[in-house]
């Protein structure tokens, strides 16, 4: 079975700080696509950034980075320079090759100030 | 532009009663579509998916049912309420080559069965 776990149920981080959030799956698939998503108080799911498996180089999009370990089967998530914006849930996410995603547990992350 | 519409907000409903969800889906042809329940404080749970018209992918058995009787909706209903389907709906859409962004996602429906 494909699953997606996610062992910091909760975390916190001093604004303007860096803080790694950690995701592992499981899968036996080669080819296939990974995701953060993050949901803040309003519930909106928002796409965060996203792998493709085939690449090596770890994706970046402004202060989100990666940290994509495909033999470790590991995709953490970065965020440097922590916003009191980026309070929210995080869900890592695997897309498999029948285009289902699957999400992982989350982690609710808070900005202190 | 595309979009996804969902629909209500959020909603109260008494056991035993139907529901009815609906997502639209605006500017694009042949999306693939899903639905997903969140519990409280927990992760996201995919019911069902469709990849066209009339084709409905059951994830779990449970007490609810979805269909999509047109190329760009996608409604999930059930016809008599449990208490234990209180959670955080939301549908979700993505075109068959857009496959590189995964989904995106309506803004979700509250739902409290009392």
């Known amino acids: 079975a494909q699953t997606v776990t996610q062992s910091q149920p909760e975390m916190s981080v001093q604004e303007a700080e860096t803080v790694t959030l950690s995701c592992t799956y499981d899968?036996?698939?080669?080819?296939?696509?990974l995701f953060w998503y993050k949901q803040p108080p309003s519930r909106q799911m928002i796409l965060v950034i996203r792998q493709e498996a085939y690449k090596q180089q770890n994706a970046t999009e402004n202060r989100f980075s990666v940290n994509f370990q495909k033999a470790a089967k590991s995709f953490s998530l970065k965020i440097s320079d922590s916003q009191l914006g980026d309070t929210a849930m995080y869900f890592c996410?695997?897309?498999?090759?029948?285009?289902?995603?699957?999400f992982g547990p989350g982690t609710s992350l808070s900005v202190i100030p | 532009s595309q979009t996804i519409h969902q629909w209500p907000a959020t909603l109260v409903q008494p056991v035993g009663s139907p529901l009815s969800l609906e997502c639209t889906v605006e500017?694009?042809?042949?999306?693939?579509l899903y639905w997903y329940r969140q519990a409280a404080g927990r992760g996201l749970q995919l019911l069902f998916y469709s990849v066209g018209i009339g084709q409905i992918s059951s994830e779990v058995p449970q007490n609810l049912s979805a269909s999509r009787p047109q190329d760009r909706q996608f409604i999930l209903s059930s016809k008599k309420l449990l208490l234990s389907d209180s959670g955080f709906y939301l549908c979700?859409?993505?075109?068959?080559?857009?496959?590189?962004?995964?989904?995106?996602f309506g803004s979700g429906t509250r739902l409290t069965v009392v």
């Open positions: 899968t036996s698939e080669n080819n296939y696509y």
């Open positions: 996410a695997f897309m498999t090759s029948y285009d289902k995603v699957i």
């Open positions: 500017g694009t042809s042949n999306p693939n």
């Open positions: 979700a859409w993505k075109h068959e080559t857009n496959r590189p962004y995964g989904y995106t």
